[in-house]
Structure formats: C-alpha cells, structure tokens
C-alpha cells in the first residue's frame, strides 16, 4: 500500500520562503515519477512540479519556475517543494502525488494522493 504523507505548510508572508515534504512508503519508488500539485478554493486541483524519482528529471510548471524547486533524497524516500518568492496567489492546499513511469503533470495522471497540506501567503 502506497502512503504519501506531506508536511511543512504554514502561514507565511509574502515574499517569504517554506519547504514542504513528502514521506513516500510502501514500494521501491525507483521506477516512479512524484510531483506536487495544488488546489485553491473554488479553483481545480493544478499541476505544480515533478521530478523523476531514478534519474532526477524535473519538470515546473511556468507559474513557479524560478521560485519553487522539487528534488528528492532517495535514502528518506522523500520528496520536496523548496517555495520561495512566495505570493498570495500561491495559497492553496498542496498535494504529494505518485506516479508509475512518466511525469505526472495531469490529475487523471496520478496514482497515489497524499492528504494535502495548507499553504496560506499573507499579503
């Protein structure tokens, strides 16, 4: 049984800085793609960055490049979201997402959820 369990949201002020993390069990996650993905209120849930689990390959969406960095440390078997520059915009809950192969860069892509952690930017 695949768990994900995410930590290290907040509230922070804009312009601020958090580092989120996923805990990833229950399989060898080397074959898999992770990726972070966020919903605000009223809005979809949306694609945020992935990374390949063996080769280190990243991919961010437009929206964040340059402020948010995904990497992982194999021996933990866990995932981050380094957030920087944040802005109000990026308030939303952020879910860990897990993937078999490929880059989840869509909902319909994804495998296994994680329960989401609260991100509030105050302006």
């Known amino acids: 049984q695949v768990q994900l369990v995410e930590s290290g949201g907040g509230l922070v002020q804009a312009g601020g800085s958090l580092r989120l993390s996923c805990a990833a069990s229950?399989?060898?996650?080397?074959?898999?793609?992770m990726g972070w993905f966020r919903q605000a209120p009223g809005k979809e849930r949306e694609f945020v960055a992935a990374i390949r689990w063996g080769s280190g390959r990243t991919y961010s969406a437009d929206s964040v490049k340059g402020r948010f960095a995904i990497s992982r440390d194999s021996p933990k078997n866990t995932v981050y979201l380094q957030m920087n520059s944040l802005k109000p915009e990026d308030t939303a809950v952020y879910y860990c997402a897990a993937r078999y192969g490929a880059l989840p860069t869509t909902v319909v892509e994804v495998q296994y959820w994680g329960q989401g952690t609260q991100v509030t930017v105050s302006s």
């Open positions: 229950g399989r060898t996650f080397v074959n898999y793609a």
